[in-house]
């Protein structure tokens, strides 16, 4: 079993930056990809950003690419969301995720075994 654990998330105006943090415990030698999920009341929960565990490949939602980057630290295993020129929209709970997939990788949650509690992010105009 994995358990994930986020932080960093709170209240920000437009314009501004935010930096979440999500630690993997367990067995997490059989991780290969973390990502992050968000969803904001009444919408589905959809993917953000994903990167395998070497930090090599990775994708973003068009939504947020250009403004946010997400990177690891394998050693510490944990995974980052460094959120720039957030927008009202970017307002939802944000979840880390972790698969086990081997292959190719996506951000479809179905693809994602653990999944975190959750951080919430609020970004006022």
């Known amino acids: 079993q994995v358990q994930l654990a986020e932080s960093g998330g709170g209240s920000v105006q437009a314009g501004g930056s935010l930096r979440l943090s999500c630690v993997a415990y367990g067995y997490t030698y059989s991780v290969n990809w973390m990502a992050w999920f968000r969803q904001a009341p009444g919408k589905e929960r959809g993917g953000v950003a994903f990167i395998d565990t070497g930090g090599v490949y990775g994708n973003y939602a068009d939504s947020v690419k250009g403004r946010f980057t997400i990177s690891q630290d394998n050693a510490k295993a944990t995974v980052f969301l460094q959120m720039n020129s957030l927008k009202p929209e970017d307002t939802a709970r944000y979840y880390c995720?972790?698969?086990?997939?081997?292959?190719?990788?996506?951000?479809?949650?179905?693809?994602?075994?653990?999944w975190g509690q959750g951080t919430q992010v609020t970004v006022s105009s």
């Open positions: 995720a972790a698969s086990t997939m081997v292959g190719d990788m996506s951000l479809r949650d179905s693809d994602y075994n653990y």
